[in-house]
Structure formats: structure tokens, C-alpha cells
């Protein structure tokens, strides 16, 4: 409230499915994030984040703000996922709107959608990354553990099959 203007109720329940998203399952999650940008200039984020309980900073140029966000969170994030979606909307109106960013990450036919929303659209967009990352970090380790049990009971019938 102190950063817009007006507050609509779409800003407030934009605000609280934002924080429902951070409390649950959040193994990465963003401290702080500045940037640099400009016409004729390389973009400039750094971000700092806890990742995993551990906290962590780096900063990564880009073609534009949003790039340079990105290469921040693949820097400290490693993965090999790919950006299939990006998508900003207004939540409100005005120009201090309510920003909302979706993203699609997909990696080893694993397909996540982000979201992140904020006043900064920057910030939304990293929030939408991170929000990604943490959904495809719990599917990876679903996926494991459903191997490790397939080669369970795999071992388990292989040993009563004569």
C-alpha cells in the first residue's frame, strides 16, 4: 500500500496468493535483486537469494533487464531448463498497476509454470522464475523417487522370477 497510490482488491488478493506461494515449498527464495539498465548499455542484475538455507549472491549482464535477471537465477540455480513462456499481465490499473508474470520452464520433458507478481515488474519477473524452479526442483525429485521404486520392485520380482 505504501508503494501505489490506490489499492484495489485485486491487489490484495494478488498480495495473498503471493505469499501463499512463498510459505509453501519455497527451497529458493529471493532476499534482494538491483539492476542496471539503459539504452546503448548491457543490463546488469544482482540478486541475492537462499538457496536451499544458504545465502547467496550473484550478479549477470544481459541483453536486456529481464535476460540479465534470468542469467542471475541459471548462475545460482544451475539447470538446463528452457524458457518457453514468458508473460507479463497488469492485475490493476494505472500506472503503479499490480504486475503478474508467468513463466514455462521446460527440462528432460518436465513441463513447470511460474508465477510472480509485484508493483516491479522486474521483481514479478524473478519471482515467476524462482516460483518455476522450486516447481520443477520438487517434480525432479518426484521423479526420482519414482525411479528408485520402480527399480525396487523391479529387484524384488526379479528375484522370485525362476
Request: hydrophobic fraction near 40%; aromatic fraction near 4%; glycine fraction near 6%.
Amino acid at each position: 500500500a505504501d508503494k501505489k497510490k490506490q489499492v484495489f482488491e485485486e491487489d490484495l488478493i494478488a498480495l495473498v496468493e503471493s505469499e501463499k506461494k512463498l510459505s509453501s515449498n519455497m527451497l529458493i527464495e529471493l532476499i534482494d535483486m538491483s539492476l542496471k539498465c539503459g539504452k546503448g548499455k548491457n543490463s546488469e542484475a544482482t540478486l541475492k537469494l537462499n538457496v536451499f538455507g544458504e545465502k547467496k549472491e550473484i550478479k549477470k549482464n544481459g541483453n536486456g533487464p529481464i535476460d540479465a535477471i534470468f542469467n542471475a537465477l541459471k548462475g545460482l540455480i544451475p539447470n538446463k531448463a528452457s524458457l518457453i513462456v514468458y508473460q507479463v499481465n497488469a492485475i490493476t490499473k494505472g500506472t503503479d498497476a499490480q504486475a503478474e508474470v508467468n513463466v514455462r520452464l521446460e527440462e528432460n520433458l518436465i513441463t513447470v509454470q511460474g508465477q510472480g507478481s509485484d508493483v516491479d515488474t522486474m521483481v514479478a519477473s524473478a519471482k515467476a522464475y524462482i516460483n518455476a524452479m522450486n516447481k520443477l526442483i520438487m517434480k525432479r525429485k518426484k521423479a526420482e523417487d519414482s525411479k528408485s521404486i520402480l527399480r525396487t520392485s523391479d529387484k524384488k520380482l526379479n528375484k522370485h522370477v525362476i
